[in-house]
Structure formats: C-alpha cells, structure tokens
C-alpha cells in the first residue's frame, strides 16, 4: 500500500528530499510542513500548515492523515526530541533522537565525544568563562583561533579568528554581547586546522554506516571564497580529493567510530550523520558533526542517488542498512548552484518575484529555497532563494550547466557564484614534478591571502573606483570623482626600521596605517584629495596570518583617509630576506584642482602664524635612532615603557601608528585659508617646514605653545640628544604645520580643536642667519621652554570649571596677593582659572604653582579687539565665571564687552582717582607736585579709569620719591588694596547700582 510522508522544513534541502521521495512508487503523496512555493501543489508533493513545533499536534496529525514516515530536514527539531516525541506516540520518525542529536546541538559534548573515542579532531578547550576562554586563546600551543558557540546558531556560530585578539573578541561577542543568544552560553575554543575542507556523510542504522559520495560546500559569499559566510553557496560531488582509499580511512576512523561510540554510550545514532572534515598533512581530522543533510550538500547528494530513497531510509530505520546499502551513479557528478537575495547573509528585499525560463529542457533541477506563493506568482522569501543542479558525466561539463541554469532563471539582484568546485578543478589540473613552492613560493598562499585581502579592498570603494582586485592594472575615474580641471599628485613611502620593532613584537596590523599616512600626509602638502593607494609587500616566506594583518591594517587606513586600495605586489623572495622579515612600501596617487594647489608661496608673507596639529607621538622616522636609544638604556620592547600610560610596554608605545590628516585636513585647505602644509617627516621640523616656504623667509617655533608627548623628552634625556639634533630627527609632537594668515589663525584653529589638538606655535619672519640656530641649512629657530618636571617640554594649557577669573599680563604680585586672600577660610572668592593674552608670563606660573588651571588667548591671533573680547567672553562662560579682575591687564576692552559684564569687572590704577587717569599716572603725580598718591581699586567703565570707585588706599609722596620709589610704594599698596575690594565685591557687601554708583550693604561701609 502507498503511503503518505511528511518532511518537516522550508529550504532547499527539503525540496530536494520531497523530490526524491516523490520518484517512489511506494509514496502516494509527501507533504512538507511549512514548505515552500517549490513545493506547492507540485505533482505527488504538497504543503502542509502543521505545527512542527508542537510534537502533541503534528503526531495526532500524522495519525489522522496517515503518514507513515515523518522524515526531519533541519536540525533544531532533532535537537528539540521530535523524533523522541514521535516515536513514542507510534509515528515512525526518521532521524537521530535528542540524546544523538548532541553531536550537533553541543559542540562541548561533540569534542568531548571525540576525545573520549579517539576520533582525529582539532585540539580543543570547552569554556563559560569568557576570561579563561582568551587564557587558553593567548598561551595555547598552538593558533587557538576557531571560536565556536557550543550551543545551536543556525550554522553561523563559528569565527575563524586571524589573530589571538580577534578571536578573543569573538569570545566576548559570543559569551558577553550574546551574539547567538543562549548557543554562546558555552565556547568551544580549537586549533585552527590547515588544508581541504570536505563533507563526508553516511546513512547510519545505529550499528552500521553506508558513506555518501564525499561532497564540499562552498560557505564565502562570493567567487574565490571571499566575502561573508553564508549558509551556502554551492556544492559539488563527488570531490576528486578523497580517493577511494581516503574515503574508506574516514570511514572507519570517523564514521563507524562515531556511531559505535554512541551505541556504546547509550543512545544509538540513526539517520543522516555529517561529519565536516578538514584534509590536513596528518590525515582527516573532524571539524563538526551535524546530525542532517546538508544544505545545499543534499542538493547535490540526492541526484546522484540511484536507490530508492524512501526504501533507503525504511532500512535505516530498521537497522538493515548493511544488507541493504544505497547504491549511488557512478561515473556523473553533480554541481548546484545557490542563487540568493541581494544582501544576503545580511538584510534583503523580500517579495521579489521570480522570472526567468523554464530549465526542464536544459536537464536541470531547480530546488527552492527561500520563496512563496503571491497572489499565483512566486517571489522571493528568505536569503538563499533558488539552487539549481546539474548531474551530468564529468565535473566541468556539469558546473557549466549549472551556471547556464542559473542564468536562464534569474530574478532582479539575484547574487550567485561561478566557481563553485574551482578546488576541484585546481586539483585535477595540478601536476607532478617540481613545482614553485618546492623553490620555496607559495602561490596557494599568495592566492589565500589575495582571498583574504579582497573583501577588505572591496570596502575602500570609493567614487571614482571600485577597488576590485584581481586585473593587470587598477582604474580611476577623475572625471566620476568630480574633479574638473586635475593636477595629480603623487607621493611613495615606506615605515622605516619600525619594521624591525614589529617584527619583534609580532604586532603587524598598525604598519599598515603607518604605510598609509607617510604616503597620504605627503601627497596633503600640495592640496591634494588622495584618491588611490598601492602597497608592496616582500618577504623571503610568506606568513599569510602576518601579510594579511598588515594588508588589513593598509586597507582600514585607506578608508580612514578616504582613498581605494587599488592594488598591490606580494613578493615572495626565498634567500632575500630572513625568517620573519619583511618590507613595505606604498604609493599613492591623489588629485587637486589647478587652482587650490599648496603651497601658495606667492602668499605667503612675513608675519603669517604657524598652526602645529599633534602627532600620536614619534609616527614613522627616527626609529633607527629610537633603537639606539633603547639599546643605550638596557630596555627591551616588552620592558615597562617609562614615558606614556601607564599599563604598557616599550614596544606597544612606539608602535602607536601615525596619524591620518587627510580627513581632518581637506575641508580646511579647500576652504583656502591655509597657504601651506608641511607633513613633519623624515627631517624633523628643521628640515620639513622650510620645504613649503619662500627661500626669504625663516621660521620661529616656541615649543611651550605645544604639548610634547613624553616620549620625545625621555628620548632626549635617555640619549643625550641635543634640542637641534630632537628638532632635526623628530616631530617633536607636531605632525603637521599650517602657515595661515593672522586674520584667519582662529577660525581654522577652532576647525581643528573640533577633532583634534592644534595650537598656534610660531610664525614667520624675514631671514636673520645671524640670529638662528642651524641658520645655515635649515633658516628655523626653535626656542625649547625648560622646566623642572620635563627638559624639553612645557604644556601650557589645562581646562577646568571656574568662579572667578584674572588677567595677568606683566609681572608682579597683584595676583599673587588676589590668590592668597582667596586661599583664607573666610574668603568669599574661589580662583580657578588665570587667562593671560601673552604665553609664559609669571603670572601663569604663579596660578600654575597654586593649583589654579590657565588659559592664553594671544590677542595678535585676531583681528579686531572685537574678536579678541568675543574669545575671552566664551572663555569666561565656558568656565561660569562670575567676576572678572584685570591685574596688570593694559588693553582697552569694547563697550560690548563692558557693558555684558557690568557690575562684574574690577581693575586697579595706581593713583587716587579720577586724578591722573591713564598711563604713567606716578610720573603724573610727581609733575604735578601731588603731596598724596595712591591705588583705586573700581569697577570697569566703557570711559577709562572712569568706573565706580570701590576702595582706595592713599601713598604719600616723598620730597626725595623717584618714579620708581613711588611706583614701588603704591604697588604695596596695590597688594592690599586688591584683596580688600575682591572680599567686598565677592561677598555681595558692594554692588553696583543701575545708575553706576556703588550700593552698600547694612552694616559694611567703613
């Protein structure tokens, strides 16, 4: 009698097991719960609208309906006991139960498994601690680098790491950010295995096995296995790289041991085992276990399957298997092809109707995977949509009409591969004798990297370029990347004996933006947009972790600074270099309108001010000398760095890659505000400034207007380095100088402070030799600030919220007074910022000395004094000040600025005024015969000296007083006169009133 069989999924291995089935004449009718629109109403096969998720339901719908075999697709209802819970209402299930099904449901259990039987596997450790899961990852002996989730995850739930830092990040994504929910609860961390990736299946009885022809799957998204993992992307069968004699090997040593090992563990293994194996030089060695067909693996299994599946799996079932062993078409291959939705593995239009010609007449099978039924027409549903396969006599004849098939189908967006079993293909065409790798050049490695390498090229796309890989020569369109009338620039460089530090600390992926910025920076110096770049990588052997990781490095640093990684040379040189070593270089091509080249030397004028940007410390030049240094002072890159953070070694601060300007910088120099650029490179400052400059004008640097990280002054100490010598080798902390004019210094200083430390660090200046140190070569004076907590460096500025607010501008001790009063308990005034309008003063260092943070705005960096006060203004909001004292403060104000801080603003004047207002007010006094002078402390008024008096104290005048002696006397005066009008103004005992008078409180006036 005819019986009726339910299959249980939707993809298109489900398709493919319904069409088989169908081929029986033991099946009246397969039904396929939920199924798909390849499976709708097709001949004996049709839908089901079952719950599979509840076992109650589907076993009384069987019973109803009269199926008599319930046959199980994917495999989280194994895992989840269908089988159990269907065998046990008296419905025959094919497929292994629960407890079997922990071969694919725990990875921990599976690896344990294997341990316990002596199955070949990658060597292993099982972890729920995240920490000691990266323990095992940095100090295993061998590269730990395959992170999986023991649990389930919809066969994404593997990373294949290429570093022990990326593969600790997979932990932390697994275990911490729950990548894959609860199946990362527990990681299996392994050995990364090295050689051909095979899928070797078999029927298993519970006793015996009966091995598939051996398949292999294509997992990367696109041609050349690059690109994402997906879920598959094609297959083929058989594979010509197990033999026979291989294939009775994984038999006995993986296949019949897995299934006599879980007998004698008490629960028998019946259905389809998949063991996933990798062909390393030590023989097969499991990867995973699955407990299903695979898909599209079935896609290409099935077809080549000569016995009646439906009487196949019946003698599964009834442990018959050995009596009866499949018999399978011999001398024809297989190929499918996967056609999936435009984006997949990640987000993908659904609904997209599928069209194309009909491929029964080209002798094509065509499996659904992801569609529906819409209104009568087929559209798109899911990631995977359509494999197509073709069997047909010889492996090349059937992958060509499988990619034939898959162009007559067709649906908009449709994405598919055209090399699939292209192994296949390099293994029947390989040939005996001498081959370049036996000289020592591996072109598998080379083609591995490139693999790797062009996905990451791929994401440097940019307008203009597509940075596909792969052709004689990369292309760029000037005209589609918006340029008009182009000049190209360009530049080429490589990362000096850096490398060597690299090398040694086995940290590679920072030399690639190293490679970059050298080459990017430069090219900036004539106004340029980068628009492309090409590396060269030479090395005796090629380590493909090692190239890849800088290769990447080299790519992320291209899409930093906005060009395509066009290209690139991989060279592989036996004898040239040493284990270990290698060398970089790049070039890169960028482009500038004719009109916005740099520099503009015709601009550029005596008293245009220098803008330095900060370096992330010695970038790419000096090392040599760096190396030295070291080896001078007996430190090794491991060694506990003495300059820098805390926590980090010699070798982890000097390999600080250099920075990328070209995105911070191009808005800038289109904005035509800046007249020249100098990358500081090879030459330090002394040699790279004067490169943009006219040949009459000269450079003055004050090194206190920048911060110079500390790494440069213990440079300096540690190797007895001169200031020229540091100047002339190093950035010193600026890694590039902007020449601007003074009118424009604060606006593209601002621009920059929005991303980055910038500060204003000198000038220009018509040439004096006489006067400049290194006159004869370099025409720039570098004056270098000493100090006792750093030799060679000064930092000026440091930020912090504030009450009240002072302007020093020439020496004295007003403001040494102001901080001691503020210092008493009773004091009402709290000072925390000192602002000066010229660096270096006393003052600054007085406030420095007392804990209170400073701030400079050079007043000639502006253009108007209502520039100026608009910055001292936004300072003192920014900081919440609410009283403002000038001491010594000589600059006359706006009436704007006045008049917002009314009531606010106190100055002192040495004399009793209103009498000799002004400046010089004591040779005043002494020509007018004044037998009484003195200090006046008073609120500011748009009118000089002219404000609402708050305390005075009088200074007699002496007949023997000189203008000294008397200015002497009344600066005493000065220091208590201050102090005294800052407690009653802060204290609210004097106010100024709305009609410029002072108001009293109670009880205060004296």
């Known amino acids: 009698m005819a019986e009726r069989v339910l299959v249980i999924g939707s993809g298109g291995r489900e398709h493919a097991l319904a069409w088989k089935l169908a081929q029986s004449p033991q099946i009246q009718q397969v039904l396929v719960a939920p199924g798909n629109a390849g499976t709708a109403n097709c001949g004996k096969i049709s839908n089901s609208e079952v719950s599979v998720?509840?076992?109650?339901?589907?076993?009384?719908?069987?019973?109803d309906h009269n199926v008599g075999l319930v046959v199980v697709g994917p495999e989280v209802p194994l895992a989840a006991g269908i089988v159990d819970d269907l065998t046990a209402a008296g419905v025959p299930c094919f497929g292994p139960t629960a407890k079997a099904a922990q071969l694919e449901a725990s990875k921990s259990f599976s690896k344990a498994f294997m341990e316990r039987h002596g199955i070949p596997t990658a060597r292993w450790g099982s972890f729920t601690d995240p920490q000691e899961a990266c323990s095992y990852i940095r100090t295993a002996e061998f590269p730990a680098l395959v992170v999986k989730a023991s649990g389930l995850a919809a066969g994404k739930g593997v990373i294949v790491a290429r570093d022990q830092d990326e593969a600790c990040q997979a932990v932390m994504d697994i275990m911490k950010d729950k990548a894959f929910g609860s199946a990362g609860e527990t990681v299996v961390v392994e050995e990364l295995l090295e050689g051909e990736e095979v899928s070797c299946l078999c029927f298993s009885d519970g006793s015996s096995v009966s091995p598939m022809p051996p398949a292999q799957d294509h997992k990367r998204l696109q041609d050349g296995d690059v690109g994402p993992n997906t879920g598959g992307m094609g297959a083929y069968c058989p594979t010509p790289q197990v033999s026979q004699e291989l294939l009775q090997q994984i038999r006995e040593s993986v296949l019949q041991k897995t299934v006599d090992g879980m007998k004698a563990e008490g629960a028998p293994y019946v259905g389809v085992l998949y063991a996933g194996l990798m062909l390393?030089?030590?023989?097969?060695?499991?990867?995973?276990?699955?407990?299903?067909?695979?898909?599209?693996e079935c896609q290409v299994l099935l077809p080549l399957l000569k016995s009646d599946l439906h009487e196949v799996l019946l003698n599964t079932l009834n442990g018959t298997l050995a009596s009866n062993p499949p018999v399978w078409h011999q001398d024809s291959s297989a190929v499918t092809v996967v056609m999936a939705s435009a984006g997949y593995p990640g987000s993908y239009q659904k609904g997209v109707p599928i069209t194309g010609q009909p491929v029964q007449e080209m002798n094509l099978q065509v499996f659904h995977a992801g569609t529906a039924l819409k209104d009568g027409a087929v559209v798109s549903s899911g990631g995977r949509v359509l494999t197509v396969t073709a069997v047909r006599p010889s492996f090349e004849a059937a992958l060509q009409a499988a990619n034939q098939g898959v162009a007559a189908v067709g649906f908009p967006g449709a994405v598919y591969r055209r090399d699939i079993g292209h192994r296949a293909i390099a293994h029947l065409n390989q040939r005996r004798g001498l081959t370049y790798k036996d000289s020592g050049v591996d072109i598998a490695a080379g083609n591995k990297l490139v693999d790797m390498i062009k996905p990451l090229a791929k994401a440097t796309s940019r307008a203009g370029c597509n940075a596909e890989l792969g052709g004689f020569a990369g292309l760029f369109d000037l005209k589609a990347a918006g340029f008009s009338d182009p000049v190209l620039v360009s530049g080429t460089d490589g990362v000096g004996t850096k490398l060597k530090i690299a090398q040694a600390c086995g940290q590679h992926g920072g030399l690639g933006q190293d490679l970059v910025a050298m080459c990017v920076n430069d090219v900036l110096a004539q106004g340029a947009e980068p628009l492309f770049f090409l590396d060269y990588f030479s090395c005796g052997s090629l380590d493909v972790d090692v190239a890849a990781s800088v290769v990447g490095g080299i790519a992320?640093?291209?899409?930093?600074?906005?060009?395509?990684?066009?290209?690139?040379?991989?060279?592989?040189?036996?004898?040239?270099?040493?284990?270990?070593?290698?060398d970089l270089a790049g070039f890169c091509v960028g482009a500038v309108e004719r009109g916005a080249l740099l520099p503009r030397l015709h601009d550029i004028a005596e008293g245009d001010l220098l803008i330095g940007v900060a370096s992330s410390g010695v970038h790419s030049n000096g090392f040599s000398l760096v190396r030295k240094v070291l080896e001078r002072a007996g430190l090794t890159y491991s060694s506990p760095a003495p300059f820098g953070s805390s926590g980090q070694t010699v070798g982890e601060l000097l390999l600080t890659p250099t920075k990328i300007y070209s995105r911070l910088l191009l808005p800038i120099l289109r904005s035509g505000a800046v007249k020249a650029y100098a990358h500081i490179t090879g030459g330090g400052l002394l040699e790279n400034i004067p490169r943009v400059l006219p040949q009459e004008l000269a450079v003055d640097l004050d090194a206190s207007r920048w911060s110079i990280p500390p790494v440069f002054s213990w440079l300096q100490k540690e190797g007895g380095l001169s200031e020229e010598e540091m100047a002339r080798t190093f950035n010193c902390g600026l890694g590039a100088v902007l020449v601007v004019a003074p009118p424009d210094a604060q606006r593209v200083l601002r621009q920059l402070q929005a991303d980055e430390q910038a500060w204003v660090v000198g000038s220009l200046a018509h040439k004096q030799p006489e006067l400049m140190k290194g006159e004869d070569l370099f025409n720039v004076c570098v004056r270098f600030d000493i100090c006792d907590q750093e030799k060679f460096a000064v930092q000026m500025f440091v930020?912090?919220?504030?009450?009240f607010c002072f302007f020093p501008r020439v020496p004295g001790t007003n403001l040494q007074a102001l901080i001691e009063q503020a210092k008493r308990p009773s004091s009402s005034a709290e000072i925390v910022v000192v602002i000066s309008n010229r660096p270096g003063v006393q003052g600054l260092k007085r406030a420095s000395l007392a804990g209170i943070q400073t701030r400079v705005v050079?007043?000639?960096?502006?253009?108007?004094?209502?520039e100026f006060d608009?910055?001292?203004?936004?300072?003192?909001?920014?900081?919440?000040?609410?009283?403002?004292?000038?001491?010594?403060?000589?600059?006359?104000?706006?009436?704007?600025?006045?008049?917002?801080w009314s009531g606010k603003l106190l100055n002192i004047h040495p004399s009793l005024l209103p009498s000799f207002k002004g400046v010089n007010a004591q040779k005043q006094a002494l020509q007018a015969g004044a037998r009484v002078s003195g200090c006046t402390v008073h609120f500011v008024a748009e009118e000089v000296d002219a404000?609402?008096?708050?305390?005075?104290?009088?200074?007699?005048?002496?007949?023997?007083?000189?203008?000294?002696?008397?200015?002497?006397?009344?600066?005493?005066?000065?220091?208590?006169?201050?102090?005294?009008?800052?407690?009653?103004?802060?204290?609210?005992?004097?106010?100024?009133?709305?009609?410029?008078?002072?108001?009293?409180?109670a009880d205060t006036q004296s």
């Open 947 to 1001: 404000g609402a008096i708050i305390v005075q104290e009088a200074v007699p005048v002496l007949v023997s007083d000189t203008e000294e002696s008397l200015c002497d006397r009344i600066r005493q005066a000065e220091h208590r006169a201050f102090p005294a009008a800052l407690e009653l103004v802060a204290s609210g005992a004097v106010k100024l009133g709305e009609d410029g008078r002072i108001t009293w409180k």
């Open 870 to 900: 608009g910055t001292i203004d936004r300072v003192l909001e920014e900081f919440g000040v609410e009283l403002v004292c000038l001491a010594g403060f000589m600059r006359i104000l706006t009436g704007t600025f006045v008049k917002k």
């Open 53 to 63: 998720s509840n076992h109650s339901i589907l076993a009384q719908f069987c019973k």
């Open 858 to 866: 050079d007043h000639k960096l502006y253009g108007s004094r209502a």
């Open 799 to 803: 930020l912090m919220q504030s009450v």
């Open 280 to 296: 390393t030089k030590q023989g097969p060695k499991v990867l995973e276990f699955n407990c299903r067909f695979g898909d599209p």
């Open 556 to 582: 992320k640093a291209c899409q930093m600074a906005g060009c395509a990684l066009l290209g690139g040379e991989t060279a592989e040189m036996p004898g040239v270099y040493a284990p270990g070593e290698y």
